[in-house]
């Protein structure tokens, strides 16, 4: 079974709508992120999380907001989804900044039309 | 803010050959990691290899190496006898030893897409 997992793998949705994108965990790791991926760019960080009651804003986190759930879950919310947030999701994990390679989801593709 | 570069938006070898990717950064930090991620076409993005700041010596996995510079903050991949399941975008990424206060995740560079030939 994969280590991080996301769901929905795909989604299309309208603008406008609400839209949440999971991702679980089984690797036991305290630090969860997210990230977006345009055609052509790396990855840029959405929000990350350092437990469950540490939450902090990446480089674009304008139009997002997130939920730790638990230790092993972290979720990605668009309120109301506009079409430029048309990319690919991905959520990672990570053991701790002395521990530092993080391990990917294997991303969710969203398209808002 | 830290930066990485990857002039090379798309490289070609062929099957069995060596390859080597480029990576530049820009720190003013003295303590970080690098990184190289690969993307193939599944879209998944796997770790390949990872070197530490502190460490003189290049890491080494497989058929995979890095010559890292660190005064030239040059950090590129070397992929030896390259094989068709090799082809993938490969991404270099910086992070920050130090973290915390608004300064963890990755920094990543806009990719390399390598092309293996048979």
């Known amino acids: 079974d994969a280590d991080v997992t996301q769901t929905p793998r795909n989604r299309i949705t309208k603008t406008g709508k609400r839209i949440m994108l999971e991702c679980s965990q089984t690797?036991?790791?305290?630090?969860m992120y997210w990230y977006r991926q345009d055609p052509g760019l790396g990855l840029q960080l959405i929000y990350y999380s350092f437990d469950v009651k540490d939450i902090n804003k990446g480089e674009i986190s304008d139009g997002y907001s997130v939920s730790r759930q638990a230790q092993a879950k972290f979720s990605l919310s668009l309120e109301s989804a506009i079409p430029n947030q048309t990319a690919l999701y991905f959520c990672a994990t990570s053991a701790g900044i002395r521990n530092s390679a993080q391990f990917f989801g294997p991303g969710t593709r969203l398209t808002v039309l | 803010a830290q930066t990485v570069t990857q002039s090379q938006p798309e490289m070609s070898v062929q099957e069995a050959e060596t390859v080597t990717l480029s990576c530049t950064y820009d720190t003013s930090e003295s303590d970080y990691y690098l990184f190289w991620y690969k993307q193939p076409p599944s879209r998944q993005m796997i770790l390949v290899i990872r070197q530490e700041a502190y460490k003189q010596q290049n890491a080494t996995e497989n058929r995979f190496s890095v010559n890292f510079q660190k005064a030239a903050k040059s950090f590129s991949l070397k992929i030896s006898d390259s094989q068709l399941g090799d082809a993938a975008m490969y991404f270099c990424a910086y992070r920050s030893a130090f973290g915390g206060g608004g300064a963890d995740g990755l920094t990543f560079g806009k990719g390399t897409h390598l092309i293996i030939q048979p």
């Open positions: 690797k036991g790791h305290d630090r």
